[in-house]
DNA sequence: ATCCCGATTG
DNA sequence: CAATCGGGAT
């Protein structure tokens, strides 16, 4: 047992909080379409996306998403290249979550005679939803969630009530702290909490947020907030190349790897073995048939793309 | 450069 | 537990 807890304490008046919250959030908050839906597949999408992006840009691509695979019947029935092929089009990054969708979509159909399930525990077992996503579907769906824990939650409960960056931890204030019953409304308000007024650089006053008088960052001015895991460096990385494979065989119906390679790296070098010494022994990686085959083979076990023979060479083209 | 309502796989 | 997964906006 961890004894994280022996460090902090919520406040006595556990109900003040709460109430000043709720208020705060009901009186005002951002708009935004997928508040205003109850449908768990629409919610679902809109998850999914907010993982990855931020939500002004979510916004269209829901929308999109939707007036064009209104139900899980119609998702599940989509080719996965489509699914894909929308998510490169409209910029929603980490292809393997489209993927996750249309599988999520798939059970559903086919596991669960088209009804979501209700609980986060029943939530999980679907493709690409993990602790969060299940939790937040479970609440803005069916109003039957338990306290949501992402990064937002974890800074507002850090600096608030000094509650340790230990995920135990997190969890535990999470759930001692939201009213039961009412995930719905408690999961929007603290997100939201650290969506406008509890960000990275605090916006207490501005934003009027609600929880000043017991707030132990605004009290001793130290608003230090947990460590978010830095991402290595986009550009010239292997997701860069990734996604230039999908959006390459998203235009093209199938490329041949000669074709596709001059599009994934303009220092591509065609019918050469990468990385391997040369004969005067220098070992500068050279990016060429084998460097894109491995590059492919890592998109096949993701099966996002796949790989045929024809008349001697290798076509890739996205998994349908 | 850093941020953005995480999840899966090894 | 660590590594991996995209790309636009600021």
Known sequence: MSDAQSDWSLPDDR???RDALVSWYEADHRSFPWRETDDPYEILVSEV????????????????????????????????????????????????????????????????????????????????????????????AFDNGDAVV???????????????????????????????GESRVWNNAIMELGGVACEKSPNCDAAGCPWREWCHAYETGDFTAPDVPTQPSFEGSRRQMRGRV?????????????????RVRVDYVPGVSDGSADENGDSDAEYGREWLRGLIADLEDDGLVEAVESDGETLARLRR
């Open 15 to 17: 109900g003040a909080v």
């Open 49 to 140: 996306m907010s993982q990855q992006t931020q939500l002004g840009r979510v916004v269209e691509a829901w929308a999109a998403f939707l007036d064009r695979w209104p139900t899980p019947a119609d998702l599940a029935a989509a080719d996965r290249a489509d699914v894909v092929g929308f998510w490169t089009d409209h910029s929603l990054g980490y292809n393997n979550r489209a993927k996750y969708l249309h599988e999520a979509a798939g059970q559903v159909v086919d596991e669960y005679d088209g009804e979501f399930p209700t609980t986060p525990e029943g939530l999980q077992d679907l493709m690409g939803v993990g602790p969060y996503t299940a939790n937040a579907v479970a609440s803005f």
């Open 150 to 180: 992402d990064t937002n939650v974890k800074r507002v409960l850090h600096r608030a009530f000094d509650v340790p960056d230990d995920d135990a931890a997190f969890e535990a204030a999470a759930g001692a702290l939201m009213p039961a």
């Open 246 to 262: 999908i959006s390459a065989l998203k235009e093209y119906e199938e490329l041949p790897l000669s074709k596709l390679g001059p």
